[in-house]
């Protein structure tokens, strides 16, 4: 699926735990996004990178975080994690003007 | 800022009717426009874009779009649909200048009734 795998696929959580995300991309690319899927909302972005180390926030930022160490992966990180935070999580690559490559999600529930 | 409207929450059709998936945006800027399917339990898949040019733009699986400027429009169209093409639809847009943010309308859900 175009080398895009995101870890775990599925995880329960209790409220108030730290949880993270894993996104590992096998095409070397330099642009890699978050984004948070939601009934009726479609899909909002969290925050995206555009380097190691470089990233920056989406509309839907607060209450997480993320990290770039390595061209490879980027982290998604709930730092304390809440019940509104229960969604399907979305990894994606690409420039925008070409289109994204998605991966298959995770599917967070917080209990 | 950015908006995308789909003006269909849900469209259920029957097997090799003709259907159509609506799609507005709103921006002060110019625009590059997307459509997107995600089939249950997986990702989104690229279903055509439109970047310039011809306002008619043809993807997969049988689907076009419509880029509309003056009414700020980006209706999906396939003449005859097929059971497979249930899915969820998504709009999606993009500024052609200084944008790394992709923004993503509500969804369309297609029901295909055979």
């Known amino acids: 699926d175009a080398g895009i795998t995101q870890s775990p696929r599925h995880k329960v959580t209790e409220t108030g735990t730290p949880v993270t995300l894993r996104c590992h991309q096998t095409e070397n690319h330099r642009y890699m996004y978050w984004y948070r899927q939601d009934p009726g909302h479609g899909l909002r972005l969290i925050h995206y990178s555009y380097g190691v180390k470089d990233t920056d926030k989406g509309e839907v930022s607060d209450g997480y975080s993320v990290s770039r160490s390595k061209t490879e992966d980027f982290l998604l990180t709930l730092e304390s994690a809440t019940s509104s935070q229960t969604s399907v999580y979305f990894c994606?690559?690409?420039?925008?003007?070409?289109?994204?490559?998605f991966g298959s999600g995770t599917r967070l529930t917080v209990v | 800022a950015q908006s995308v409207t789909q003006l269909d929450s849900q469209v259920p059709v029957f097997e090799e009717a003709p259907v159509e998936l609506r799609c507005n945006y709103s921006?002060?800027?110019?625009?590059?426009l997307f459509w997107y399917v995600q089939y249950p339990n997986q990702g989104l898949q690229l279903l055509l874009k439109?970047?310039?040019?011809?306002?008619l733009v043809k993807g997969i699986n049988g689907f076009e779009a419509e880029f509309n400027k003056s009414q700020t429009s980006f209706h999906l169209r396939k003449p005859s649909v097929h059971i497979s093409d249930t899915a969820e639809y998504f709009c999606?847009?993009?500024?052609?200048?200084?944008?790394?943010?992709?923004?993503f309308g509500a969804g369309t859900r297609l029901f295909v009734k055979a």
């Open positions: 439109y970047l310039s040019g011809s306002t």
């Open positions: 994606a690559i690409g420039t925008g003007d070409y289109g994204y490559t």
């Open positions: 921006s002060s800027v110019s625009v590059y």
């Open positions: 999606a847009v993009l500024r052609r200048t200084g944008g790394f943010k992709t923004i």
